[in-house]
């Protein structure tokens, strides 16, 4: 039984001691496909070349809402050439953060990327990976107006309310869970880990950050996705197995590229 791992940053410095030697334990550790996730034009130059030397990694290009300084018509035009290579699976991650951002231009400057970087998707015709932190009503107000529901995604790292996940399985998208559904302060998590379909779960860790119970505090990766499955398959009574089929197939609907 293999784990689809939907959401990593390989790219990241903190991976710099043993990445190669981590990489190379996934298969052997029950980890069957890894997407590793662009945050600014660095990281996503970075994704190419994990996605080159691994079999098992694919990649996905965008500029993360805290980023978005990198963003210029020529680094949009490189993203959308480059978006096109075979390993590519998906736009992300886009969004917007007023979590760190407080400073309503820039907040504006956030809108206007994430416009244009979900048209990209749409015009590519790849699914998104979408970042949303303290913007939950401008992040699906933004997302209604241009249609979004015909744009397939998910959205990573869910932090909303049950109800708000609703609202997204309603239009078509998948929920990213991962560490923080082990924490025992995350109840409104747990609550949508318990109720949404199945069928709509993707199981990410976000790595670097935010490693589950019981690494809570050290650096993650995706080998600690087994205690986001067992969690998950714990507060839905089913076995961590189901979790781990299911979302593997979920991740395979969603990221068709990562299937041919
Ligand atoms: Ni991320």
Known sequence: MLIFESHAHYDDRQFDPDREELLSSMEE??????????????????????????????????????????????????????????????????????????????????????????????????????????????????????????????????????????EYVKMGYYIGIGGVVTFKNSRKLKETAAHIPLERILLETDCPYLSPEPNRGKRNSSLNLPYVAKEIAALRGIAEEEVIKATYENAMRLFIKAGK
């Not at 030397?53 to 050439?81: C, M, N, R, T």
């Not at 820039?106 to 015709?125: I, K």
């Open 29 to 166: 550790n029950g980890i069957g496909k890894i997407i590793n996730v662009g945050s600014d034009l660095a990281a996503c130059k970075r994704t190419l070349d994990l996605m080159r030397q691994y079999p098992f990694v694919f990649g996905a290009l965008g500029i993360h809402p805290s980023d978005i300084g990198d963003l210029s018509e020529e680094s949009y035009e490189w993203i959308k050439s480059s978006a096109v290579l075979p390993k590519i699976v998906a736009i992300g991650e886009i969004g917007l953060d007023y979590y760190w951002e407080k400073d309503p231009e820039v907040q504006s400057r956030q809108r206007y990327w994430f416009c244009r970087q979900m048209e990209l998707a749409r015009e590519l015709a790849l699914p998104v990976i979408i970042h949303s932190r303290d913007a939950a009503e401008d992040t699906l107000t933004l997302m209604k107006g241009i249609h979004a529901e015909q744009i397939p995604g998910v959205i990573h790292c869910f932090s909303y309310s049950p109800e708000m996940a609703e």
